[in-house]
């Protein structure tokens, strides 16, 4: 549920209609799906909060298909991470989050079940532009 009523941001999709099937524990991924979906928008509000003329806050979800699997891209406009964490982010109790909003294991988490399903999680991310997570799941 919304806890600040007032902010609004795009949410789009682009998915690809031939995607393969895969043998996945759907609600573990659904779970790191959920995760970074939910880190997109926290991005995006925290960056519209900072008062930036004309910032309209946007998130991407996308799929599509590879020759080895499919990939899964959750991409956001907000601040980005700074280089200085970057390589800390899949770090259990890691957080940039205020004390009391973040526990530090989402992305943890993701990373260990995407791994256990032989996949990847990637990050790309530029400061002031925003960051795109790529899910890589590949066929059995």
Sequence with gaps: RAKDKSFSADFKTDFDPNLPKLEVVSQ???RVLLNLINNAFYAVNER???GIDGYLPEVIVS???TETG????VKDNGNGIPDSVKDKIFQ???TTKPTGSGTGLGLSLSYDIVK???GE???????GKG???TLIIPKK
Excluded at 70 to 73: A, D, L, Q, R, T
């Design 48 to 50: 519209a909060i900072s």
């Design 131 to 133: 960051t795109k997570f």
């Design 28 to 30: 573990d991924i659904g």
């Design 63 to 65: 799929s599509r298909k």
């Design 116 to 118: 256990a399903h032989g």
């Design 70 to 73: 499919i990939e899964i891209s």
């Design 121 to 127: 999680l990637k990050v790309e991310s530029k400061e």
């Design 92 to 94: 259990p109790f890691f």
